[in-house]
């Protein structure tokens, strides 16, 4: 019943900034954790970052310093702000949360970092 949608992907040079958006509608209740993932080309889902209910974060070490998982609260929407974007980033990103006896992705975001 929760459907997600991702927002705010695109180009950049390498060095640059985006900052990515999840929004979630339909009825969800006790949600416990959102997380981003991304796959790129070729590769394995891999977990970027997550964000709790009491909002603990969580970062793949690939990313820790340059990215940043945070709740908006004015516009109810999970945020992941990418800076310093090398080309190992370009992925596909997905947003995903679960709460009480539910699951759900959102159809991702193509992030393409150029050289």
């Known amino acids: 019943q929760v459907q997600l949608a991702e927002s705010g992907g695109g180009l950049v040079q390498a060095g640059g900034s985006l900052r990515l958006s999840c929004a979630a509608s339909?009825?969800?209740?006790?949600?416990?954790?959102t997380g981003w993932y991304r796959q790129a080309p070729g590769k394995q889902l891999e977990l970027v970052a997550t964000?709790?209910?009491?909002?603990?974060?969580n970062y793949a070490d690939s990313v820790k310093g340059r990215f940043t998982i945070s709740r908006d609260n004015a516009k109810s929407t999970v945020d992941l702000q990418m800076n310093s974007l090398k080309p190992e980033d370009t992925a596909v990103y997905y947003c995903?949360?679960?709460?009480?006896?539910?699951?759900?992705w959102g159809q991702g975001t193509q992030v393409t970092v150029s050289s």
């Open positions: 964000i709790t209910r009491d909002g603990t974060t």
């Open positions: 995903h949360k679960y709460g009480l006896g539910w699951s759900s």
């Open positions: 339909g009825r969800a209740f006790s949600i416990t954790a």
